[in-house]
Every structure is written in structure tokens, then in C-alpha cells.
């Protein structure tokens, strides 16, 4: 029997030995790196937009006074905007018409996006940094997973954090690092299985010996004591002229309400998410 010399293997066509020279994978690179740069740019865009021209959409919202009171002038704006579009939807009839009426809807959902985009940089179809592909291919699929990206790409920093001790390394927000940093060993043990790793009480409490209950009330203290120390602190920052996000925003407000209530017991519970099933009358 003849055996191919190896000279006569590499120069084997169709068969296994074609190999990639990486050019498609370094253009795919190169065309990331040039989004990320753009949209990198249209994020500093945008905050020096809201430095030099900052627009106050507080005065846009009611206040309390105006939320109780039967008539408003500002909701009565918007009734009047909400019905001018359902009239104009309601005569179309026509092409041209329909026209008007789909670019009445682009111009709020403009506002909307704008809205948004002031408070938080939105990202459109450039994929993560870490390149991760939806639907692989010629890889198994565990694999395409951002932890095992990030470590055959060598960032390490994710994975040696990854534990309740050294979770506050996690953020880049100094004030919130700080925060984690100082609970106990036994409230960051509790916070990083919870809201990490998404473990159930009833798992936790199994895991430390403990009763569900126990891990319930330990949580309502840590949420309890991480929400007044955030509030504090987004609440200094506003007086002091920063810029909050919308989520930061809708956090001062729905904390106000609860603490006007409460007082210093005020913790936003997260874990109902679901109504409670309403029990069937037995006969």
C-alpha cells in the first residue's frame, strides 16, 4: 500500500488540512473595534450634549399637587395629544394617510428614545466586547459562554472576583464597591448567593444550617441597610448638581414614598413578583 508523504498531505484538497488563515476572524475584529469606536464617540457626544444643554424633564411630570387635583394642565396635554393620534388613526384611509399617521408614532418614539438616551447610552446591534456568537456553529456551545471567553482571552479579573469576599471588585462604581465592601462576612456570603447566584432561601438555608425564614429576614436587613446608604447618597448627589440615570431616578422616588410611610424600617421588596394565586371557595 502507498502511503502520502506529509508534503503530499498538506496539499491535500477538500480533505481535513485546509486551514484558516484567520483573515475573516481579523476583519470581524477589525469591524467591531470600529463600532465599539463609534459608539464610544456617540456616547461622549451625547454627555457633552447634556453638559452644555441640559433639559429639565421634571417640569415635565406633576407634581403631587397636581396628581390630586381632578384637572391638570400637563395631563390634559397629553390627553389631547393621545386623541389627536387616535383621530388621525381612525380617519385613515389612504396611503398618504397612513403615512401621517406612522410618522406621528416615529416622532414619540424619537421623544421617547431621547428621553432615554440623556440618561442611559444605549446599545444598538454592535455585539458585547467579548464577542460572543448567538448561534455557534463549529464550537460546542458551552463554550461560547462569557466566562469561558473571557478566560482563554486572558481576563481574569471576573473569575477571581467571583466569590462573596472579593465580590465588591465586580463594579467599577467606587461608591458602590464601598458599600458591599463594608458589610459583614455573613451579610456578603447572603447577598452574594441571592443576588449572584441566584439561589433560592430555601436552597441557602439548607446550604448554612439555617431556617428559610431566618435567610428571609437576614436579606430584608442587608436590602435594608444597602437601599438607605444608596438613597443617602443618590439624594447628596442630586443637591450637589450630579446627573442621575433613570434608573436611579425611578429609585429615589418609589424609596421617598415608601420611607414617608415607614420611616427608617423603608425597604423596596423585590422578591413577590408574582400576585398571589386568589384561593378557590370549597363547597
Known amino acids: 500500500m502507498a502511503y502520502l508523504s506529509d508534503d503530499e498531505l ?19 475584529g477589525e469591524t467591531l473595534e470600529q463600532a465599539l ?34 384637572v391638570s394642565e400637563k395631563r ?17 384611509r389612504t396611503e398618504k394617510d397612513f403615512r401621517v399617521v406612522v410618522g406621528e408614532w416615529d416622532k414619540l418614539d424619537q421623544n421617547r428614545e431621547r428621553r432615554e438616551r440623556d440618561h442611559e447610552n444605549l446599545r444598538g446591534d454592535v455585539p458585547l466586547e467579548y464577542q460572543a456568537v448567538p448561534e455557534p456553529k463549529l464550537i460546542p ?44 462576612e455573613e451579610h456578603k456570603e447572603v447577598l452574594y448567593f441571592l443576588s449572584l447566584r441566584l439561589y433560592s432561601t430555601t436552597r441557602l438555608a439548607a446550604m448554612r444550617g439555617q431556617s ?33 440615570t433613570l434608573r436611579e431616578r425611578q429609585f429615589l422616588e418609589e424609596y421617598s414614598k415608601i420611607a414617608r410611610k415607614q420611616g427608617k424600617d423603608a425597604v423596596i421588596r423585590r422578591e413577590n413578583k408574582f400576585k398571589r394565586r386568589k384561593k378557590k371557595n370549597r363547597p
Not at 10 to 18: I, P, Q, R
Not at 38 to 63: F, K, M, N
Not at 83 to 92: M, P, S
Request: with cysteine; glycine share 6%.
Open 141 to 184: 456551545r458551552w463554550m461560547n459562554t462569557p466566562t469561558y471567553r473571557q478566560l482563554m482571552a486572558g481576563n481574569f479579573l471576573d473569575i477571581l472576583f467571583d466569590c462573596p469576599y472579593e465580590m465588591h471588585n465586580l463594579t467599577a462604581d467606587a461608591f458602590v464597591s464601598r458599600m458591599v465592601e463594608e458589610l459583614s
Open 10 to 28: 498538506l496539499d491535500t484538497e477538500g480533505g481535513f488540512t485546509g486551514w484558516d488563515d484567520g483573515t475573516g476572524a481579523g476583519a470581524a
Open 76 to 92: 390634559l396635554k397629553r390627553e389631547i395629544r393621545a386623541e389627536a393620534v387616535r383621530r388621525l388613526e381612525e380617519a385613515a
Open 37 to 70: 469606536a463609534e459608539e464610544r464617540l456617540a456616547e461622549l457626544e451625547s454627555e457633552l450634549e447634556q453638559d452644555e444643554h441640559p433639559v429639565d424633564y421634571e417640569a415635565e411630570l406633576e407634581t403631587e399637587e397636581e396628581e390630586a387635583a381632578p
Open 212 to 244: 428559610d425564614r431566618n435567610i428571609r429576614k437576614l436579606r430584608k436587613t442587608i436590602h435594608k441597610k444597602l437601599q438607605r446608604q444608596m438613597y443617602d447618597h443618590l439624594c447628596g448627589k442630586q443637591e450637589h448638581g450630579g446627573s442621575l
